[in-house]
T-cell receptor, first 111, second 112 residues
Framework: DAKTTQPPSMDCAEGRAANLPCNHS???????VYWYRQIHSQGPQYIIH???NNETNEMASLIITEDRKSSTLILPHATLRDTAVYYC????????????FGSGTRLSIRP | SQTIHQWPATLVQPVGSPLSLECTVE??????LYWYRQAAGRGLQLLFY??????ISSEVPQNLSASRPQDRQFILSSKKLLLSDSGFYLC???????????FGQGTRLTVV
């Protein structure tokens, strides 16, 4: 079973920041938080991941709470192309670590 | 970086026919490999994963099997397809540890 819970859907105005929450209250100390997104009829695309510090790359920022029980993915300036299903995943560092997807959040960007 | 090849992109097969979907990986060695299925409008369900040649773990009892005859080759098979096997099949690879997974473009299978 997935170890994360996310709202089923959200919407955001184009050009505004999209903030996608994720709860992972049972996360273990060696588990990372990963975010992927899936645009319709394509394979998922990696966005960002982190352990406990906030992370930023060219696509997004990841904010992880101090207790690590939740996180937020931030798309700073959402565009119509960001419309997708966003998945939050927790995963251990073991080489045998499975990648289990939950239901994700369907993000709609409105013009 | 890794590149994942999956084929075919779409496939229509009759009930009771066999299935073989192949996934090959370029640009890395000793990857972890995964097969997922996504039913229409649903999330990704992990079917099989492999940490090495001949090592397959099955996540869900079903009509499918997987094999890994070579380090960078992962095959999904069925002897007799069911209508419920229809879906979008995705292959993924990861180097394990705290590295991201890369996904292929998928095969959309329709069983008729």
């Amino acid at each position: 079973d997935a170890k994360t819970t996310q709202p089923p859907s959200m919407d955001c105005a184009e050009g505004r920041a999209a903030n996608l929450p994720c709860n992972h209250s049972t996360i273990s100390g060696n588990e990372y938080v990963y975010w992927y997104r899936q645009i319709h009829s394509q394979g998922p695309q990696y966005i960002i991941h982190g352990l406990k510090n906030n992370e930023t790359n060219e696509m997004a920022s990841l904010i992880i709470t101090e207790d690590r029980k939740s996180s937020t993915l931030i798309l700073p300036h959402a565009t119509l192309r960001d419309t997708a299903v966003y998945y939050c995943i927790v995963r251990g560092v073991s080489s045998a670590s499975k990648i289990i997807f939950g239901s994700g959040t369907r993000l709609s960007i409105r013009p | 970086s890794q590149t994942i090849h999956q084929w075919p992109a779409t496939l229509v097969q009759p009930v009771g026919s066999p299935l073989s979907l192949e996934c090959t990986v370029e640009g890395t060695s000793n990857p972890n490999l995964y097969w997922y299925r996504q039913a229409a409008g649903r999330g990704l369900q992990l079917l099989f994963y492999s940490v090495g040649i001949g090592q397959i773990s099955s996540e869900v009892p079903q009509n499918l099997s997987a094999s890994r005859p070579q380090d960078r080759q992962f095959i999904l098979s069925s002897k007799k397809l069911l209508l419920s096997d229809s879906g979008f099949y995705l292959c993924a690879c990861s180097l394990g540890g705290h590295t991201e997974a890369f996904f292929g473009q998928g095969t959309r299978l329709t069983v008729v």
